[in-house]
């Protein structure tokens, strides 16, 4: 037999287009591979829902617990995704082989076009809703599971190294320091750390905190105002760096990087910064912005004394 007529198309096609099944008198598939691919696609389709139930029903009743942290994780794996995501990353030479890779893919995207199609790549996939909502719910469960969660001992070691290695280095936050500006920076750090800040600030975000975001929590602890670091108000999507409750106050410490350079542009950053504003402003909130040049410059105290100054119309 040399060729076969397909089931499906009801077309003529030679044997080896199909696919061999000894189910069968003829020893071949009824379909041919097309059409049995795109049998196989409609079928997935019109029973996704059912079969993604079933597997997931299928893995919570059999899942273990994780030998490192203890969190459940599904049976077949040896540690759950977090566990095994931080031991390869520090293995030795990963970390430093990620940064190099990194620098050199900014290095050889000097136009920024690399950026803006990465950019364009993630906002598709944003707009698929089915992605969207599975990433919202997954960030609103690690909020819930994270929030007030003190940081392991672990964690907790692993930033104090680090932070005693750029202290001995000269350097934090990739800026040189001077003996009495690094005092008062471990002295702000120290009393985030003891009140508590550190880890809100840890939760709400999900990255460590940055050197301005620092400095206006310890200035504001100076002042003696009462603050909340990383808030979202309510109703709201955006997170505000702090929220002086007193005076009804937002407060955003803006980096030269992440809002004023080439790269926020292309990124849309001012136009969302607008619309924090404009969010703020329709909810009855004073907005008040620190910028990182101006903080540099003259200062973080001066620059926040001065905002507030105009923000709250105060008098010397």
């Known amino acids: 037999m040399d060729s076969k007529i397909c089931?499906?198309?009801n077309k003529k096609k030679s044997v080896s287009e199909f696919s061999e099944n000894k189910g069968y008198k003829e020893g071949y598939d009824r379909y041919c591979r097309e059409c049995r691919s795109e049998y196989g696609k409609e079928y997935y389709q019109k029973h996704r829902a059912e079969r993604l139930a079933y597997g997931k029903a299928y893995l919570e009743d059999r899942?273990?617990?994780?030998?490192?942290?203890?969190?459940?994780m599904c049976p077949t794996a040896n540690r759950c995704r977090s566990c095994a995501s931080r031991r390869v990353w520090r293995k030795p030479g990963v970390k430093e082989?990620?940064?190099?890779k990194r620098k050199q893919w900014w290095a050889d995207d000097p136009d920024g076009k690399k950026q803006q199609a990465a950019s364009e790549r993630l906002k598709a996939r944003w707009e698929n809703p089915v992605y969207r909502s599975r990433?919202?719910?997954?960030?609103?469960?690690?909020?819930?599971e994270r929030q007030g969660k003190p940081i392991?001992?672990?964690?907790?070691?692993?930033?104090?190294?680090?932070?005693?290695?750029a202290w001995a280095d000269g350097k934090f936050g990739n800026r040189d320091y001077s003996e009495e500006s690094k005092r008062k920076k471990s002295e702000s750090i120290k009393k985030l750390w003891e009140e508590g800040h550190y880890d809100e600030m840890l939760a709400n975000i999900g990255r460590d905190p940055t050197d301005l975001e620092l400095d206006l929590a310890y200035i504001l602890d100076?002042?003696?105002?009462?603050?909340?670091?990383?808030?979202?108000p309510d109703g709201c999507s955006y997170i505000y760096d702090e929220y002086?409750?007193?005076?009804?106050?937002?407060?955003?410490?803006?980096?030269?990087?992440?809002?004023?350079?080439?790269?926020?542009?292309?990124?849309?950053?001012p136009e969302k910064d607008a619309r924090k504003d404009q969010w703020a402003t329709d909810n009855n909130y004073r907005i008040a912005h620190v910028r990182g040049r101006d903080v540099e410059s003259r200062g973080?105290?001066?620059?926040?004394?001065?905002?507030?100054?105009s923000q709250l119309e105060l008098r010397a």
């Open 300 to 309: 973080m105290k001066a620059c926040l004394s001065e905002q507030l100054f």
């Open 97 to 100: 082989g990620y940064i190099k």
């Open 135 to 144: 990433e919202e719910e997954r960030l609103r469960q690690w909020r819930e």
């Open 7 to 9: 089931a499906r198309c």
């Open 222 to 232: 100076c002042l003696e105002l009462e603050h909340i670091s990383q808030h979202r």
């Open 63 to 72: 899942k273990i617990p994780c030998p490192d942290c203890g969190d459940l």
């Open 244 to 269: 002086v409750p007193g005076f009804n106050l937002l407060i955003e410490a803006d980096g030269e990087h992440w809002h004023y350079s080439e790269w926020a542009k292309n990124q849309g950053v």
């Open 152 to 165: 392991s001992e672990e964690t907790s070691l692993r930033i104090s190294e680090g932070l005693k290695k």
